[in-house]
């Protein structure tokens, strides 16, 4: 802990910090949004390159705007025009059909898992302006144009159905072993969904002749249940006498998983076959894509370690399969690896951590590296498209630091272009042309700005700027968000940043709040509006005006440094994490104006969990902290995310071995723990063996449970009641 740097990023200079005038920020108008910024979501490129289709504010029209002008264009859907005997008041989303002539009007929908659901979906014909049922056999999940646009399929009751337009929207069952709890057919389980970050495994081949699928056996998985109560907000009538429980299939740690398998079925004979793709017997399917020929299905497979990737080619006619990249790196695959993957004429892109650093790559179908397109001491952190016209390549990337994301174009030359305009971070949505991009640009004191560009990285057009949030936010009294750096006491340097009161004065001893995440390759110390709680550090600055000071700081583990920085804690989850976050906190104890006596974290998720180890690392640093929906044990998580970073309790004891719960007696500080009861994620399970822990070790604490809250906590008044006890908690323990 020797040296310290201290970087002002921006502050609202057309205001004066210390106005009698400025508003101070109300919990309950902040946990509402009304400071949230305005956004634009749901942009969906359209195929001639040019425009882009959004679902209105109302949720009534689907518009395409001109992506050189952002003007509007034309209407593609509108509630009030459309014929036939169904009448709609509004829609939830849609899916445009590849040869655009039609769109699957989503209504009814109903949230299942973070990703799945299930919807009422219409056929809208874009000539006659019709509107037909897609199905008249109940709601419907994951649905899939084909190519030429002709079919949907989709996924009912675990089982996959065809629909044809050209014959009058006939429908026919594709699989009838579709059972709950034993097999699903065309969309993930839940782990395979949670952690693999999707909720369709279905997809037509090329030339439309085949429909190819993900089944997943999960007959053997053991399963788990959480209670049912009548709750408010929503209310749950059907427990009002007695009290329910939804039970399912969740493989914890060590424990047996979905087995996999990909099926194709031909269209025109029905014969239903199995691909022959090499596997593990514990393995795990997490993509299948379709690729530009029609006799090559691409089947992303992964072994259960997860350091292993394979994409094999597999004919979905004669059921071969031919293995086409073999990824393998030290420790474990991320996420990038098949989230951003892309299939384009005759080849595809992947991304790779293989040099310590995640590069993008360029390979035919037959596997054939064609390209290591980017390559350095930076991560690309979002691609957004290959220009086959040009040969250039688009993407993000930490190459202007590690808290800051800018954009990218690398030419056929390897020429390499930055296109995005200002310092902070960026993201872009591209045309299907590449020529056009839609910008979103923030840093830690500016709301979100949407422009419009061209792929020179020009500004077209402000779409959003955000004037009235930041008008908003002149009128309140706001402190200065800071970044800063510290070496730890083994030498480690870490990133963090602050929010210290408006009327700050340096010969005063404030009391300091830590927040963090903390988990494998997360980021929370960024250059963006996204920083901290709420947009903006708006919660800290809250904090703050309640004279505390907020800090946040990314521990070892965290990403954005390359890959020897992230997996340094593979096998060993929570231990360096915590030993940084108490490094944080004696590093803030050093400095003059910081009470060293009152110093709290907090943390949600893995943070809670971090906050956890942190406040039983066995210095006693913490007066107060807040853990919300911890995991307390990694025996107690699922397979897929926990054995990434630990591999099997059987394979590492002693690594599940030291666990918040195993440290229990180590307490040190006053705790708040509060959690969902319908937590289907991190289970209430969790927090209830961690207090029983700490009553046995004779440990005081304090808990707050909410009634049929999933793991994000919310409904009705619940978030707002949530973050008063937080910040309740915080005044009680350590003002």
């Not at 089944?215 to 998985?221: A, F, G, H, L, S």
């Not at 030498?491 to 001893?509: A, C, H, I, Q, W």
Request: glycine share 8%; proline share 4%.
């Amino acid at each position: 802990m020797k040296r310290f740097t201290l970087f002002l990023i921006l502050s609202f200079s057309h205001f004066l910090t210390f106005n009698s005038f400025a508003a101070n920020i109300d919990l309950k108008d902040l946990c509402s949004g009304k400071y949230s910024a305005k956004r634009i979501y749901g942009v969906h490129p359209l195929n001639d390159g040019e425009r882009y289709s959004q679902l209105s504010p109302d949720s009534k029209q689907i518009v395409a705007y001109s992506f050189k002008t952002g003007e509007k264009e034309s209407t593609l859907f509108d509630v009030a025009q459309t014929r036939g005997k169904v009448k709609l008041e509004r829609i939830d989303g849609y899916i445009i059909s590849p040869d655009e002539k039609n769109i699957l009007i989503q209504t009814q929908t109903q949230s299942i898992y973070r990703r799945s659901k299930t919807a009422v979906y219409y056929i809208y014909n874009m000539v006659n302006r019709t509107l037909t049922p897609l199905s008249d056999g109940g709601p419907q999940e994951c649905p899939v144009w084909s190519p030429d646009g002709y079919m949907v399929a989709f996924v009912r009751d675990n089982n996959i159905f065809l629909v044809k337009l050209l014959f009058n929207n006939s429908e026919s069952q594709v699989t009838k072993d579709g059972k709950f709890n034993h097999i699903i057919n065309g969309k993930p389980d839940w782990v395979n969904e949670e952690e693999f970050v999707t909720d369709r495994s279905l997809t037509f081949n090329a030339d439309n002749t085949m429909l190819c699928w993900i089944r997943y056996d999960e007959t053997d998985v053991p399963t788990f249940s959480f209670p049912w109560y009548k709750g408010m907000s929503p209310e749950k009538k059907e427990y009002l006498t007695y009290p329910g429980s939804y039970e399912y299939k969740y493989p914890m740690a060590g424990e047996q998983n979905s087995r996999v398998s990909v099926l194709s079925f031909d269209i025109k004979s029905h014969q239903t076959r199995t691909l022959q793709v090499p596997l593990d017997k514990d393995g795990y399917i997490p993509r299948i894509f379709p690729t530009s020929d029609a006799s090559k299905l691409a089947v992303v497979t992964l072994n259960r370690h997860q350091d292993r990737m394979d994409i094999y080619m597999a004919n979905p006619r004669s059921t071969e399969a031919r293995l086409a990249v073999r990824d393998e790196v030290k420790h474990y695959i991320g996420e990038n690896a098949y989230n951003q993957m892309l299939f384009i004429d005759g080849g595809f892109i992947l991304c790779s951590e293989r040099d310590g650093w995640n590069h993008i790559y360029h390979y035919d179908l037959n596997g054939n590296l064609k390209k290591q397109v980017t390559s350095g001491n930076y991560a690309v952190t979002d691609f957004y498209g290959y220009d086959d016209k040009t040969g250039s390549y688009f993407y993000a990337s930490t190459q202007e630091g590690v808290t800051r994301r800018a954009i990218y174009k690398t030419d056929v030359k390897g020429k390499v272009v930055k296109i995005s305009a200002k310092p902070g971070t960026n993201s872009a949505v591209f045309s299907k042309s590449m020529k056009y991009f839609m910008n979103v640009y923030s840093n830690i004191s500016t709301p979100p700005v949407t422009t419009l560009c061209d792929q020179s990285g020009r500004t077209l057009k402000t779409l959003i700027d955000n004037k009235e949030l930041v008008d908003k936010l002149a009128g309140l009294n706001l402190g200065q968000r800071e970044f800063f750096s510290f070496r730890t006491s083994n030498g480690t340097e870490l990133n963090g940043y602050m929010v210290r009161p408006s009327d700050f004065k340096p010969s005063n001893r404030y009391p300091v709040i830590l927040f963090q995440y903390s988990g494998p390759g997360s980021q929370q110390v960024l250059d963006s509006w996204n920083a901290g709680n709420m947009g903006g550090c708006l919660y800290e600055q809250y904090l703050a005006q309640r004279g505390f000071i907020s800090v946040c700081v990314d521990g070892r583990g965290t990403g954005g440094r390359g890959a020897d920085f992230e997996k340094q804690t593979y096998l060993k989850l929570g231990q360096m994490e915590a030993q940084d976050q108490v490094e944080a906190a004696l590093y803030m104890a050093s400095i003059s104006y910081v009470d060293k006596n009152r110093i709290g974290i907090w943390g949600w998720s893995y943070g809670g969990f971090c906050t956890l180890m942190s406040m039983s690392e066995g210095r006693p640093v913490f007066a107060a902290g807040v853990a919300v929906a911890p995991p307390t044990c990694w025996r107690y998580y699922d397979s897929v995310y926990t054995e990434r970073f630990m591999r099997t309790p059987q394979e590492n004891p002693d690594g599940y071995d030291v666990s918040a719960i195993s440290r229990a007696p180590q307490l040190s500080g006053n705790l708040l723990i509060c959690h969902g009861l319908a937590d289907d994620n991190v289970h209430f399970r969790n927090t209830a063996e961690y207090v029983e822990a700490l009553v046995q070790a004779d440990k005081d604490f304090k808990m707050q449970s909410y009634t049929n809250r999933n793991h994000s906590i919310y409904g009705g008044n619940t978030r707002y009641h949530l973050f008063r006890q937080i910040t309740q908690w915080f005044e009680r323990e350590m003002k």
